[in-house]
């Protein structure tokens, strides 16, 4: 299952990672960058909505695409706000909780895996709601202009990335809660 639609469609938004990035080295005006950047998160983002349900429409899923997915993500929104760092644009703080929340969870559902506890560390709507706030803040962030006229794009993608950071925070207990028995049984 390496080579579906909806697992290629996964590997698109690790393709994307060093356009999204090259796209602010290549000597173009600063707002023609961030609109093509911001266009191309949200083409690549929109991409993790549409594998899941072809995969699901297609009977396509499989073990490699449930782990394939979840990286992508976390490829695409690292590697965006360390950019958005570079850029002078958000808070290197926002980046480390989000990027080292990613890191931890990982670790812990590893482990879980490994011990056999899966179940308690499935993903939940407060992560999913966590990911869907910093996939709209990012490309305010990366647009970092004025929209309609009043909206001012940089002010609203931080509004949105620290409350995605909260929600990072809020997560990351909430699975550490749930897998806390399972540790704990196997603490000595």
Not at 18 to 42: E, S
Not at 59 to 73: C, E, H, I, K, R
Not at 110 to 127: C, N, P, Q, R, Y
Request: proline residues 3%.
């Amino acid at each position: 299952m390496f080579f579906t639609v909806p697992t290629l469609l996964t590997w698109t938004r690790i393709v994307a990672i060093p356009l999204i990035v090259g796209v602010f080295y290549l000597q173009w005006q600063p707002a023609t960058a961030n609109l093509v950047a911001t266009v191309m998160f949200i083409v690549f983002a929109w991409t993790d909505w549409l594998d899941g349900y072809l995969a699901r429409k297609l009977n396509q899923t499989s073990s490699f695409g449930a782990f394939l997915d979840p990286v992508a993500d976390k490829f695409l929104v690292c590697a965006s706000l360390l950019v958005l760092v570079h850029l002078q644009r958000t808070d290197v703080f926002v980046a480390l909780i989000i990027i080292g929340r990613e890191i931890a969870i990982s670790a812990l559902r590893e482990w879980m895996a490994k011990i056999g506890a899966s179940k308690s560390v499935a993903v939940h709507m407060l992560g999913k709601l966590k990911t869907t706030v910093q996939m709209v803040a990012i490309p305010f962030l990366l647009y970092d202009g004025t929209v309609l006229g009043s909206i001012d794009t940089r002010w609203w993608g931080n509004v949105l990335i620290w409350v995605a950071a909260v929600l990072t925070v809020w997560s990351m207990v909430y699975y550490l809660q749930k897998a806390l028995p399972e540790i704990r049984a196997r603490v000595k």
